[in-house]
């Protein structure tokens, strides 16, 4: 929340507000301004391991609550246990999630691995939910080059 708000005592606000600072640059990478922005979507050693583990908790919570809306039967109770599977069926066979499958294709689509495919087995349609968690201004470069897959 204090991300958010813009309120973290990043080095590059120690140097430009506070005056306490010499170098604003990022005390992981020490390439980049240790701003907000950086640290919470662009620095290269947090890009690693961190953004990823963000990302899949994401997507499972994310999986969790399709799994409950759909009526799949989970074996937790609380999201941040859930493990999400790679099939899971609802209760009645209505509805089929895929997790993290690559998808067949009739022609040569580069990224075709959603995150949750939602198979509504009654009507044969497909939801593709890919999820990717960005800086504000980085939403609108992302839509274009997710457009660009299709
Ligand atoms: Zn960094």
């Given at each position: 929340m204090a991300a958010q708000a813009q309120a973290l005592q990043t080095k590059y606000y120690a140097i430009k507000?506070?005056?306490?600072?010499t170098d604003s640059k990022?005390?992981?990478?020490?390439?980049?301004?240790?701003?907000i922005d950086h640290i919470t979507s662009a620095c290269p050693i947090l890009a690693k391991e961190q953004y990823i583990k963000r990302h899949d908790r994401m997507c499972a919570q994310l999986h969790f609550n399709i799994c409950k809306e759909t009526g799949v039967q989970l074996d937790k109770k609380h999201w941040y246990k859930h493990k999400p599977k790679s099939v899971e069926t609802s209760q009645g066979g209505k509805v089929t999630i895929l997790w993290d499958q690559q998808i067949q294709t009739d022609r040569i689509i580069l990224?075709?691995?959603?995150?949750i495919i939602i198979r509504d087995n009654e009507k044969g349609t497909c939801m593709l939910i890919d999820v990717a968690i960005l800086e504000y201004k980085n939403v609108v470069k992302k839509r274009i080059r997710e457009d660009s897959k299709i």
């Open positions: 507000i506070l005056s306490t600072e990022c005390r992981l990478c020490q390439q980049y301004d240790e701003t990224h075709k691995k959603p995150d």
